[in-house]
T-cell receptor
Framework: DQQVKQNSPSLSVQEGRISILNCDYT??????FLWYKKYPAEGPTFLIS?????DKNEDGRFTVFLNKSAKHLSLHIVPSQPGDSAVYFC???????????FGKGTRLSVIA | DAGVIQSPRHEVTEMGQEVTLRCKPI?????LFWYRQTMMRGLELLIY????????DSGMPEDRFSAKMPNASFSTLKIQPSEPRDSAVYFC??????????????FGAGSRLTVL
C-alpha cells in the first residue's frame, strides 16, 4: 500500500505559468516532507522541504504547502521554466529520522 | 566532495548470473540507503545502514538480494541469481543521521541493471 501518493503521472505547463504538483500521504506519523527533482540518467536531487510544524516554505521560485488535516502537500513553481522539466518526487519521513518514503513521481514538461 | 559514487552505471547480464552493485557514500555521512526505481513501484527502499550496521532490510525482495557495508566508505548490493524482473535502476544514497538535514538524502547517479 502506497503511503505517499502522487496521482498525476505527468503534467504539462507553458513557460512562465505556474506549475502545481500534488502529493497525498496516509501515514499520520509523517512529520517531514521533501521534494526531489530528477533528470534523466541522474539521481534525484533535493529541492525543498517542510516540517509538519509549518504550512508553507518558500525558496525562490519554489514553494511547498502542507495541509496536515488533509494529509496533502503541493509544490508550486512560479514562473515555470523549460529547465524545470523533470520528474518530481514527493517524499516523507516519520519521527526519529526514519528513511524517506517516496511517491511514484510526476513528470513535469514545461513548454516554451 | 565528489558526491555519492555508484558503479557500474550500466550493467547488462543474463538471467542466473550474479550482479554486484557498488556504492561509495559521501565522506562523513553515517547513513547509507539502497533504493530501487521501477515504473510500477517508483522509488522503493531496499535496505539502509547506520554506522555500517544494517538497520532495516525488510524492503529486500528476496533472499537472492544481499547487501553489505564493510566500512564507512563502501557498500555493495548483490543479486544472485539475477532474474529479468530485477531489471531496474538501483540508487544508493547517504546522509548524516543525527543532525540538521538528517532527512535530506544525497543520491548517486544510479546503476541501471538489465537482466536478459
Amino acid at each position: 500500500d502506497q503511503q505517499v501518493k502522487q496521482n498525476s503521472p505527468s503534467l504539462s505547463v507553458q513557460e512562465g505559468r505556474i506549475s502545481i504538483l500534488n502529493c497525498d500521504y496516509t501515514n499520520s506519523m509523517f512529520d517531514y516532507f521533501l521534494w526531489y527533482k530528477k533528470y534523466p540518467a541522474e539521481g534525484p536531487t533535493f529541492l525543498i522541504s517542510i516540517s509538519s510544524i509549518k504550512d508553507k516554505n518558500e525558496d525562490g521560485r519554489f514553494t511547498v504547502f502542507l495541509n496536515k488535516s488533509a494529509k496533502h502537500l503541493s509544490l508550486h513553481i512560479v514562473p515555470s521554466q523549460p529547465g524545470d522539466s523533470a520528474v518530481y518526487f514527493c517524499a516523507a519521513s516519520a519521527l526519529g529520522n526514519t528513511p524517506l518514503v517516496f511517491g511514484k513521481g510526476t513528470r513535469l514538461s514545461v513548454i516554451a | 566532495d565528489a558526491g555519492v559514487i555508484q558503479s557500474p552505471r550500466h550493467e547488462v547480464t543474463e538471467m542466473g548470473q550474479e550482479v554486484t552493485l557498488r556504492c561509495k557514500p559521501i565522506s562523513g555521512h553515517n547513513s547509507l540507503f539502497w533504493y530501487r526505481q521501477t515504473m510500477m513501484r517508483g522509488l522503493e527502499l531496499l535496505i539502509y545502514f547506520n554506522n555500517n550496521v544494517p538497520i532495516d532490510d525488510s524492503g529486500m525482495p528476496e533472499d537472492r538480494f544481499s547487501a553489505k557495508m564493510p566500512n564507512a566508505s563502501f557498500s555493495t548490493l548483490k543479486i544472485q541469481p539475477s532474474e529479468p524482473r530485477d531489471s531496474a535502476v538501483y540508487f544508493c544514497a547517504s546522509s548524516w543521521a543525527g543532525g540538521p538535514g538528517a532527512n535530506v538524502l544525497t543520491f548517486g547517479a544510479g546503476s541501471r541493471l538489465t537482466v536478459l
